[in-house]
């Protein structure tokens, strides 16, 4: 399946930073089960300083924003061509090793409730039953929007009981990690039947199954992906893998709108 996206987020400031750097994030890479076949990222109100990969393999750029500026524009679109194998790759790719991904993070610390469902997948390396652990964190986390944030942490949203994609994925990464398995968390986008406008990116975790490799698991529709997903950036959590990220010092009335579109090219 071919799919366009367009990506825009828009920030304006009543009272332009005096200083401001953010770390992007928003160039996928061609790897398994996907092909970018023309991509382009385009930003107004700000200039790049460095472009490299980071730990994780991410395409980055660093922009500093322009301080006679109030509105900042950041800009990606393309094509990627998606196949069916988007859910497992066999080898693990990479600077950072696998056990970095048994690593627990702020957002992935685990606690008592996470600890139960852990116990569901100790030593297995049974694909079903991380379907199963999938399963038991939609059943216990409602999907949910508005209820949780950017800095909400995995037993957090076990506790309230709600959330949405990215909680789900923290979850599961925790009780991965918890059981000795190591995981990740994945951003990008999905092709949805019903709209081709959204408002958010979407999430998803990736385990290391022995004999399978890396196999990912999107909680929040109780599958694993497919050709409807583009997998933009990974990370140890939501941190490492967010679309813009960085710092403003100075300024005030800060307000930001994001309008994302997916659709498969006819």
Known sequence: MRLNVSHRTEYNFDTPPAYGLQQIRLSPKSGVGQTVLDWYLEIEGAEIQAGFEDEHGNTTKLVSLDPSSNKLVISSRGLIDVGEGASVSQSHKGRSPLWLYLRETPLTRSGEKIENLAHTINGSNDVSHF????????????????????STTAEDAMTLGQGVCQDHAHIFISACRRAGHPARYISGYLHMDDRVDQDAMHAWAEVWIEDLGWTGFDISNGISPDNRYVRLAVGLDYNQAAPISGLTIGGAGESMKVDIQVQQQQ
């Not at 379907?131 to 950017?150: E, K, N, P, R, W």
């Open 131 to 150: 379907h199963a652990l999938s399963a038991d964190i939609l059943g216990s986390v409602t999907y949910v929007t508005g209820m949780t944030g950017a």
